[in-house]
């Protein structure tokens, strides 16, 4: 390879990929005391201060779904990683391991992160994936902790992202680092930040109106660092009015992790199963969340009216 040139770096064999799982920094990992010292301040603050940002059994659901979500990742770590160096085999423009690269990777890995979220709030199946961390009604740090457990479906979306060539380390620590500056995202004691950052980032200001559920802040600041993607795309509102969170119908057993990450499943299976036709069938599957909301809604006032009708 001649002096200089960052393209065309050598494939990673296989006995590389076991040494590259075994060596790949855990970020995340690391990052798990102080996550939850700040948890834990931000829980007194809370307390102390007559704050209404927890309640106790969406506290233990988060921390158990974060748990489960480790555990998930932790299992899955190998197979990601061979996606990953098996993309970066197939391409020529294979680049090598150098941090600057890190930036360009973090910008395209952004975009597709807006795009991987903004489909999952508008296709139902993809939802079911993502309605975990819009389900609890407090905002505070513990959402951070609500990762769907089956989340990793949705590695399809940053493929092109492995297209560009980029080395698997720098993929995976872009991977991490981006979780993470979303933690912080995630709290009602960071308020408006300066106009230029608010302009720029996704900060705790611009996420809290992609947790609302009113409708002037549904399917909105789908960003997950820069929020000039939201901008672009039309996607964009700013944080005006005091954000009511959670879904437009709220869960119960929220103490529960089976029931916060399969309860969308749950339904969608059960709709099918009542569906009169594919057409149907395929709407309740793949539709957007807020049509099947709308859907159903219609179903059962038809149903109330027809029993009236029987008792008149």
């Given at each position: 390879m001649p002096e200089g040139t960052i393209f065309g770096a050598p494939e990673i064999s296989n006995e590389q990929i076991v040494e590259l799982s075994k060596t790949a920094p855990n970020l995340i990992v690391w990052a798990v005391p102080v996550m939850l010292l700040l948890t834990g301040l931000e829980m007194w603050f809370s307390h102390h201060n007559d704050h209404d940002h927890y309640s106790k059994d969406e506290t233990i659901g988060s921390t158990l779904v974060g748990l489960g979500s480790l555990v998930v990742s932790a299992a899955l770590k190998f197979g990601l990683i061979y996606l990953t160096v098996l993309v970066y085999n197939l391409v020529p423009w294979r680049m090598e391991l150098n941090w600057w690269t890190l930036i360009p990777c973090y910008i395209i890995y952004d975009l597709a992160s807006y795009w991987a979220h903004r489909v999952s709030h508008e296709s139902r199946l993809f939802w079911a994936t993502h309605v975990v961390h819009h389900s609890a009604e407090h905002y505070n740090l513990t959402v951070s902790y609500r990762l769907s457990w089956i989340q990793h479906i949705k590695v399809i979306f940053f493929m092109p992202v492995m297209l560009f060539g980029f080395h698997p380390v720098i993929f995976f620590v872009t991977n991490q680092l981006a979780t993470l500056f979303q933690f912080l995202q995630h709290t009602e004691y960071i308020r408006r930040l300066h106009p230029v950052l608010e302009y720029i980032f996704a900060t705790p200001s611009n996420h809290r109106v992609h947790h609302g559920s009113q409708e002037k802040y549904i399917d909105k600041n789908f960003g997950a660092t820069f929020i000039f993607w939201d901008r672009i795309f039309n996607t964009y509102t700013p944080e005006e009015e005091q954000v009511i969170y959670g879904i437009t119908t709220n869960i119960d057993k929220k103490a529960n992790p089976l029931h916060i990450n399969f309860h969308e499943l749950n339904d969608i299976v059960s709709d099918v199963r009542q569906s009169k036709n594919l057409k149907?069938?395929?709407?309740?599957?793949?539709?957007?969340?807020?049509?099947?909301?709308?859907?159903k809604i219609k179903a059962a006032h038809e149903a109330q009216q027809r029993e009236l009708e029987v008792y008149s």
């Open positions: 149907e069938a395929w709407m309740y599957t793949f539709g957007s969340p807020i049509t099947v909301y709308n859907l």
